[in-house]
């Protein structure tokens, strides 16, 4: 979200550089159309955005039409005349969402953990697909009885008898320490 308020600033100042704040500002007002400007915004630009943490967008969400236009002077009179379904439509004419609606879970976490899943079992099958068509068998050194006789010939060897296995056995007795 940072690289997209970075951006749009670069962009807003580019603009502004180049064409003059005049043109800038004529270029954001072909893009809103005729949403009414209410507030700076979260990225100083006239975008709409529902966010939790900042709950007052710069611009509202939907045009001025003859309906709310009428509702909005009726709003600057007495509140209790209004009814319940003109205040949501005052509402539902600056907001997209209220804050139960963003807050709302979504379900993201199925997709993520449904994603991780398939990668999963793409993994195990292609390690089964190599294991039963590219790699060779294991030797045959790494079955018990071939590592005892390594063993042994370590130890008769008398390998690394300073801190290594030798260290560890006791050849008057025969048996590990």
Known sequence: MANVNLAS???????????GTRQASDMMSQKIGKRE??????????????????PM???RFKENTRDVLALREKEKGDWKKLSVQEKKALYRASFCQTFAEMKHPTGEWKACLGAALIVTSMSLVGMMLLKAFVYDPIPETFDEEHQKAQ??????????????VSSKW???NNKWK
């Open 37 to 54: 400007v209410v507030g700076h915004g979260w990225n100083g630009l006239p975008v709409y955005a529902d966010r939790v943490d900042y």
């Open 170 to 172: 006791d050849y008057d």
């Open 151 to 164: 063993l042994k010939r370590m130890l008769d060897l008398n390998i690394n008898p300073i801190h290594g």
């Open 57 to 59: 967008p710069a611009i």
């Open 9 to 19: 600033v670069v962009l807003r100042n580019a603009l502004r550089a180049k064409m």
